[in-house]
């Protein structure tokens, strides 16, 4: 059975940092890319940063470049995404999934759960 299971949200002021682990099991891990997905209240879905586990290519949305780092460690099946300098439209729901490349929802076939990130100003 396929599983991803992110932590690390919570509660910061702006400007401040988090990190948001994915652990994923129940797949080769190496075939897939990993992405990082966030959706705030009443708004889509959007790719934040994915990796492609075999190369550990990356690629960020415009609005966390510079800001974000996404990265992985393979011995573990586990995802990060480095937030820093946070801002309070970080705020959001934030999803791990398993699939192809690229920051499309639609792309990728397996989800995690959600971890909250909430960022005060």
């Known amino acids: 059975e396929v599983q991803l299971v992110e932590s690390g949200g919570g509660l910061v002021q702006a400007g401040g940092s988090l990190r948001l682990s994915c652990a994923a099991s129940g797949f080769t891990f190496d075939d897939y890319t990993i992405g990082w997905f966030r959706q705030a209240p009443g708004k889509e879905r959007e790719g934040v940063s994915c990796i492609r586990s075999s190369d550990g290519s990356t690629y960020y949305v415009d609005s966390v470049k510079g800001r974000f780092t996404i990265s992985s460690d393979n011995a573990k099946n586990t995802v990060y995404l480095q937030m820093n300098s946070l801002k309070p439209e970080d705020t959001a729901v934030y999803y791990c999934?398993?699939?192809?490349?690229?920051?499309?929802?639609?792309?990728?076939?397996?989800w995690g759960q959600g971890t909250q990130v909430t960022v005060s100003s």
């Open positions: 999934a398993a699939g192809w490349y690229g920051l499309d929802p639609d792309e990728y076939d397996y």
